[in-house]
């Protein structure tokens, strides 16, 4: 007999969450939310802490039949979801395409999302001057999302990709500090990927 699988995605509108979220969207893969309130400090409740013992979203659940899967991390969320769905949010194939599309991935990933979580922990260190140079090291990402969308309609080639997920992630989280009109290749490929129905539904799934 086959058993069923169901997946569940616990978190809450956050970068991280709404990550996984579109991942998970964009690859077409069924999900349930589960709302996981971090002002009241759910994510540190006893039925959390058992799914994720670090105390933090996003987790997402694969349950089938007595075994449940859990993942921990919103970056191998997003490879769940692009292994689940080949060739949707990655090229399949070893060559260039995949490879680009690894390179910008990672790119945003440990030289944006990174330093801005580190400036968001010194300046609650009360480091100002830490948390500026970081802050200002994350931005710099908006650069290299202006150069990449200047070469192609995507920010790794000419398909939408993992790349594009995080990318998009993170200058939505700083679109309004910012003066998108002098970044015209991002505002143009921002406002693409906007309307992608999997990424209005992943951008929504947790309110
Ligand atoms: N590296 C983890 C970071 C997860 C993380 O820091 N989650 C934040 C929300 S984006 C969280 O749960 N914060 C609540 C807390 O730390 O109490 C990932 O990418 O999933």
């Not at 970056?75 to 995949?98: H, M, T």
């Not at 300046?123 to 500026?132: I, P, Q």
């Not at 993170?170 to 991002?186: G, R, T, Y």
Request: glycine share 8%.
């Amino acid at each position: 007999m086959m058993m069923s699988t169901t997946i569940e995605l616990h978190g809450a509108r956050t970068g991280n969450c709404l990550r996984a979220a579109i991942a998970l969207e964009e690859a077409s893969i069924p999900y349930r939310v589960h709302r996981v309130d971090l002002r009241s400090g759910q994510q540190v409740s006893e039925g959390h802490l058992r799914l994720n013992p670090s105390g933090k979203v996003p987790t997402l659940l694969e349950t089938s039949g007595p075994n449940v899967f859990a993942l921990s991390q919103s970056n191998a969320i997003v490879f769940y979801a692009a292994d689940k769905a080949p060739g949707k949010l990655l090229a399949v194939e070893v060559g260039s395409e995949r490879a680009l599309a690894l390179e910008r991935f990672f790119y945003f990933v440990t030289d944006v999302l990174s330093p801005g979580f580190d400036a968001f922990i010194l300046r609650n260190h009360g480091d100002r001057e830490g948390s500026r140079i970081l802050e200002e090291r994350r931005l710099e990402g908006l650069l290299w999302a202006e150069r990449y969308a200047a070469q192609s309609k995507f920010i790794a080639g000419e398909h939408f990709t993992i790349a594009d997920i995080v990318a998009y992630t993170f200058v939505a989280s700083v679109e309004k500090q910012i003066d998108m009109n002098q970044l015209p290749n991002v505002l143009r490929w921002f406002r693409e990927i906007k309307i992608r129905p999997g990424v209005e539904r992943g951008m929504l799934a947790f309110d």
